[in-house]
């Protein structure tokens, strides 16, 4: 059965950092841009950053652009999520996503939150972060 594993999480102060990894299991990544999203309580998801199928394009959200990093590692089949200098209003739970596309520019659309959760071929479980002050 094909499935994304989510790892990673936890809690941390403000000013802390904290990886996240995404590992698929029964299909490869090569077909795939990747996404990460956020839900915090009461809010709507929000696209935080993507990854072309290549590796070579990432895209990211303004409110975490410069203390996010999306990578990909080909030959595990893993993505991860370096958060950095992360604050409260970062708290959420976070979910990877695999769209299935090759082109260099469709991570645009996954961050922009044009996409419905439908349109996604895998989910991880989710994970939770929590930011104290």
């Known amino acids: 059965q094909p499935q994304f594993v989510q790892s990673g999480g936890g809690l941390v102060q403000a000013g802390g950092s904290l990886k996240l990894s995404c590992a698929s299991s029964?299909?490869?990544?090569?077909?795939?841009?990747i996404a990460w999203f956020r839900q915090a309580p009461g809010k709507e998801r929000e696209g935080v950053s993507s990854?072309?199928?290549?590796?070579?394009?990432?895209n990211y959200a303004a409110s975490v652009k410069g203390r996010f990093k999306i990578s990909k590692e080909k030959d595990t089949n893993t993505v991860f999520l370096q958060m950095n200098n992360l604050t409260p209003e970062d708290t959420a739970i976070y979910y990877c996503?695999?769209?299935?596309?090759?082109?260099?520019?469709?991570?645009?659309?996954?961050?922009?939150?044009?996409?419905?959760?439908?349109?996604?071929?895998?989910w991880g479980q989710g994970t939770q972060v929590t930011v104290s002050s």
């Open positions: 029964g299909f490869t990544l090569d077909y795939y841009a």
């Open positions: 996503a695999a769209f299935p596309a090759t082109s260099e520019v469709a991570g645009r659309t996954l961050v922009a939150g044009v996409h419905s959760s439908e349109d996604f071929d895998y």
């Open positions: 990854i072309s199928s290549s590796g070579q394009t990432t």
